[in-house]
């Protein structure tokens, strides 16, 4: 296994994110899974950035992580987006250190993939971490059954992670996506993000064993502060943050292809127009401050993580990474709109053309904003500074 510490993570994924990034307007209009995509950046080596040399990983920090998922939405927020809950469960098998997670680390390390399976469709069961999802002891095993859906990434990886109720408890495993029993659909159907597998998830008398069980946790115990939600939802920013480095992208190529000018304008020449000029240096502003944003953000999610003693975090650097998380979804969700509206002042009536397919920019923003609203987000923030109200231990709501 090739170390991936001594080699610029630029430098070292940048013929695989051109590679990925070929064809990828022509998945996006024929709906086609990245299969090939997903498979190809495992095999670089991208599913190892956290981890430690002696596993073959980079080690980088949360911010260079950021950067590098930039620059992976950037040639596909698609694919990008299918590693999330991948390095969201890094994060989870690094902080416990547990005999079960240390060998869930050795299958990052060995190019394997995971997925997850947490939320469900319909009522809601009385608790906040409750789920219909059974885990039932048989023999000595146990048997998987429920429904899950918003399973992203699943459909393209090798493990899934599960929240489960057992008894009195949470319970979370990691199991194959292979394993008798495990039904992925291939049910999203949103108008955005189409291709991330976000559908339904089928568990029906899985088997499970003691070596699958990642973490168990009592109803009534209140978690500790930690940046686990944090990470997760600042990740969804660092996507955003790459589509728009696209959006300029396309806006420079729009007005520098174009052979003439609007009847009424200034110049004859389209690269000439203060007002075309003005778009173009507005969508790039909006694009550097939301991923100047996101990386400082990720700093935040650093030092949290690097105080945990035994697994726990300084609880007000977790929550100061919450707030900083907050606080980029708030703006972010905004400007991201905005600038994938924007884009199309650049180009006029040509283009909204379908094969261009530009307006897959606004609805890929618009579905990954909508994970949690933004006006809660913005209450939450306001709340702690007028009263000094705490934001959720896992910083996720």
Do not use: C
Request: aromatic share 8%.
């Amino acid at each position: 296994m090739t170390s991936l510490s001594a080699v610029p993570t630029r430098d070292r994924f940048a013929d695989v994110l051109a590679q990925i990034a070929d064809g990828a307007v022509d998945r996006e209009l024929g709906n086609i899974n990245p299969f090939d995509q997903v498979r190809l950046a495992a095999q670089a080596g991208y599913g190892r950035l956290r981890l430690p040399a002696e596993l073959g990983g980079a080690n980088l920090s949360l911010r260079d992580l950021f950067s590098a998922v930039i620059d992976l939405a950037e040639a596909d927020p698609t694919v990008a987006h299918i590693y999330r809950t991948h390095f969201w469960l890094t994060e989870e098998f690094r902080n416990l250190g547990t005999p079960n997670a240390q060998r869930f680390l050795q299958l990052i390390a060995d190019g394997k993939v995971f997925g997850n399976a947490t939320s469900e469709r319909g009522p809601k069961p009385a608790g906040d971490f409750e789920f219909t999802t059974t885990l039932t002891p048989d023999g000595d095993h146990y048997r998987l059954n429920g429904e899950k859906f918003y399973t992203t990434g699943t459909l393209f990886s090798d493990y899934v992670s599960v929240w489960t109720a057992k008894g009195t408890t949470l319970t979370s495993i990691v199991i194959p996506t292979d394993r008798t029993g495990v039904d992925i659909l291939d049910d999203w159907d949103g108008f955005g993000q189409r291709r991330t597998g976000s559908g339904t998830t089928r568990f029906t008398d899985v088997v499970v064993t003691d070596d699958d069980i990642l973490r168990v946790l009592p109803l009534d115990e209140t978690p500790p502060q930690s940046t686990q939600g944090s990470f997760v939802q600042l990740y969804l920013h660092a996507i955003i943050a790459g589509i728009l480095r696209s959006v300029v992208t396309d806006a420079t190529a729009l007005v520098e292809g174009r052979a003439r000018n609007f009847s009424h304008a200034t110049s004859p020449r389209p690269v000439d127009d203060p007002s075309l000029q003005q778009v173009v240096g507005e969508l790039a502003s909006l694009a550097y401050v939301t991923e100047a944003a996101v990386l400082y953000a990720a700093e935040t999610l650093d030092a949290a993580t690097e105080s945990a003693v035994d697994g726990v975090q300084a609880p007000a650097l977790a929550q100061a990474a919450a707030l900083a998380t907050s606080k980029v979804k708030v703006v972010v969700d905004e400007i991201g709109t905005r600038a994938a509206t924007l884009l199309f002042e650049a180009g006029g009536a040509s283009a909204s053309s379908r094969d261009k397919d530009l307006d897959r920019h606004w609805r890929n923003i618009r579905t990954i904003t909508l994970h949690n609203p933004a006006r809660l987000k913005a209450q939450a923030i306001g709340a702690n500074l007028l009263t000094g109200q705490q934001l959720p231990a896992n910083g996720y709501f």
